[in-house]
């Protein structure tokens, strides 16, 4: 069948050592996700297609892997997904570093995963004026705070390392030096980017600035980045931070708090800290709250800022591990608790005005609800973090310069529970709806504003970076949301790149949910199109009739009328045993599929139904 030919001709063009199938090892890896909860082994509707992982070395691999997916209408995606080998000497390599959105949009079922995982060069010009570090796509953080370390600067990047530059960048980013630089995308100089068309684009503000526009807040929505060049900043001396942990008293969090909301509001920019709750490692089954502490200074300066958080709380810290320390050491610290694996999901809330002390308690007595009467795993581990960034150069940008919004003076929260079954998959995604709803909903009780309508405010929408449930693109873009819809339709019409439920473009019409109605199976699996649509992409005429049989496409006859001897295929479809004993489900899966398959010319199609079962046996 074309999907067949799809792999074929990928493996054509690219070779077999960056294409890989279900079975090996290479595939395997390429579907692990931080959050297994939105891993997706690539099963389909059909089993007769289960997707293919592609290795791309080159942006020029990108563009070919891209163009042969659309000819061929399968579904796309990637991921930012690299093993790290930069770790601290207790802890384990981390499998799942990159990837580490929980929306599942960097997974696909059965279609093509693009894995950048071997896009990791990283190169530093230290004598430029302002110096720069550019790195591929599927560099982690780690890689890229250790690269610039060595010739003493600093970017603003993850606070956990493990995660990729990719989606932490195009959704802003956020980071320890925020407060002097801005976010990421603030200090993002130029990005090379491939289209949907398959063009090779490098974008800034003299060079494709719309497109450059888009990509500072939008960019996985018009493309894959296979390369950014940064502002990097000096960092001659070490940082001074870490780790405070305190029992989940009233009297501890309302101190913690309270304590942060200053930092805050008096900081030069220089100090920020993290709140929040968790199980650490260390103290299994054991709630605890902590607060995350930065200052860039000498330990002096930062052991002095900090000292009222410990020698006035009213409760002895459990454990402290304020020191001083070199810059990406720094970035180390939350990424340990982060490196477990567990199935995930996060949501974010952006609010206004100082974090009361009630909101935060509030958020903890829901989570010690959530996990006493209806998810026990999640009391294993499991986080709700609240972000104090000195605000100044962040807001210091217009929201309207770039398609990232959140420019209003807020802060951030993110609740991410971490369970192991998949029956608690439901419960926990309206677990963490609910309670972000009922942050923004105390803290505008507590400091009389109302935070519902905050959406609606020039320069706030959600930070699409700790949204794991698919919030409206208008509501994360707010006033520029229409500008993007005009980009997107400028550069990708066609809707390449939709697994996000964001922007899509004009030209289309009618919504995504209109067109997967009528032709679902076509989108997913590529029925419709033969191999002979397909020119080589090496600029070669090749005879696609000298193929083995094995590798050979049926001929599309260009007329009508289907002249010849048939090709006949057959479409195995397993479904679990409740929706294949003669349910109503299962016909109208037959009927999609015939619908589809009655485009092909030239084709006999031989539909046989078995339960999942006996397919799983038959595949084994």
């Given at each position: ?382 986080a709700c973090l609240f972000e104090f960034y000195p605000l100044d150069k962040v807001c210091g940008v217009g929201a309207r310069e770039m398609a990232f919004v959140n420019r209003a003076r807020h802060s951030n929260a993110m609740i991410i529970p971490r369970w192991r079954s998949e029956r608690y998959d439901p419960i926990c995604r309206e677990f963490t709806r609910t309670a972000m709803e009922e942050l ?102 090749e005879d696609r009739s000298t193929r083995s049989p094995s590798s050979t496409a049926p001929t599309t006859p260009t007329s009508d009328t289907v002249s010849g001897p048939q090709v006949t295929h057959e479409i195995v479809i397993s479904a679990k045993p409740d929706i294949y004993e003669g349910s109503s489900r299962m016909e109208e899966i037959l009927k999609e599929v015939r619908n589809a398959t009655a ?16 397919a799983q046996e038959e595949d084994r």
């Amino acid at each position: 069948m074309a999907l067949s030919y799809f792999i074929s001709d990928l493996q054509r063009v690219l070779g077999t050592e960056k294409v890989f199938t279900a079975g090996s090892q290479e595939y395997k890896q390429g579907l692990k996700r931080w959050a297994s909860s939105i891993e997706k082994p690539a099963w389909p509707v059909l089993t007769i297609f289960k997707g293919v992982v592609v290795y791309p070395t080159s942006p020029q691999d990108v563009a070919t892997s891209i163009k042969l997916a659309t000819q061929y209408s399968i579904p796309l995606t990637s991921v930012c997904g690299k093993p790290s080998t930069h770790r601290l000497p207790h802890q384990r390599p981390d499998n799942r570093a990159g990837g580490h959105g929980t929306s599942g949009d960097s997974s696909t079922d059965g279609g093509l995963l693009i894995n950048l995982r071997r896009l990791n060069h990283i190169s530093v010009s230290a004598t430029s004026k302002p110096p720069t570090l550019t790195c591929g796509g599927g560099s982690l953080w780690c890689e890229i705070d250790v690269a610039a370390a060595q010739h003493s600067l600093s970017l603003v990047g993850g606070t956990v390392n493990n995660t990729g530059v990719a989606g932490y960048t195009t959704g802003g980013g956020f980071g320890w030096l925020s407060g002097r630089y801005g976010l990421a995308i603030d200090n993002l100089l130029s990005a090379e980017i491939v289209l949907a068309d398959g063009r090779i684009a490098t974008c800034s503000a003299t060079s494709e600035p719309d497109l450059f526009w888009a990509v500072r807040g939008a960019g996985h929505m018009f493309g894959i980045i296979t390369s950014f060049t940064f502002r990097a900043h000096p960092q001659p001396d070490p940082v001074y931070g870490g780790m405070v942990v305190f029992p989940p008293s009233g009297p501890a969090i309302s101190h913690m708090i309270t304590f942060a909301n200053r930092i805050q509001q008096s900081s030069d920019g220089r100090t920020a800290m993290f709140c929040g709750f968790t199980t650490p490692p260390f103290m299994p089954g054991k709630r605890i709250i902590f607060a995350c502490c930065f200052h860039d200074g000498p330990a002096s300066e930062g052991s002095s800022i900090f000292a009222p958080l410990l020698a006035d709380a009213p409760v002895p810290p459990i454990r402290s591990t304020l020191a001083s320390m070199p810059y990406p050491a720094m970035n180390e610290v939350l990424a340990m608790a982060a490196s477990s694996e567990g199935r995930r999901v996060s949501k974010g809330a952006s609010y206004q005005g100082a974090l009361p002390p009630r909101a935060f308690e509030r958020v903890l007595e829901l989570y010690e609800d959530f996990v006493a009467n209806a998810c026990p795993e999640a009391g294993e581990s499991g986080a709700c973090l609240f972000e104090f960034y000195p605000l100044d150069k962040v807001c210091g940008v217009g929201a309207r310069e770039m398609a990232f919004v959140n420019r209003a003076r807020h802060s951030n929260a993110m609740i991410i529970p971490r369970w192991r079954s998949e029956r608690y998959d439901p419960i926990c995604r309206e677990f963490t709806r609910t309670a972000m709803e009922e942050l923004k909903r105390v803290v505008g009780e507590e400091n009389g504003r109302d935070q519902d309508g905050q959406e609606e405010l020039e320069g706030l929408g959600e930070y699409c970076n700790y949204d794991g449930l698919g919030t409206k693109a208008e509501r994360t873009f707010g006033a520029n949301f229409e500008r993007l819809v005009e980009l997107k339709t400028r550069y990708d019409p066609e809707n390449v790149f939709d697994k996000t439920s964001g922007v899509r473009a004009a030209s289309e019409g009618r919504s995504k949910t209109e067109k997967e109605r009528e032709a679902p199976l076509e989108k997913k699996t590529g029925l419709s199109h033969s191999a002979d649509e397909l020119l080589p992409l090496d600029g070669t005429e090749e005879d696609r009739s000298t193929r083995s049989p094995s590798s050979t496409a049926p001929t599309t006859p260009t007329s009508d009328t289907v002249s010849g001897p048939q090709v006949t295929h057959e479409i195995v479809i397993s479904a679990k045993p409740d929706i294949y004993e003669g349910s109503s489900r299962m016909e109208e899966i037959l009927k999609e599929v015939r619908n589809a398959t009655a485009k092909m010319q030239g084709v006999n199609v031989v539909v046989t139904m078995r339960p999942l079962a006996t397919a799983q046996e038959e595949d084994r």
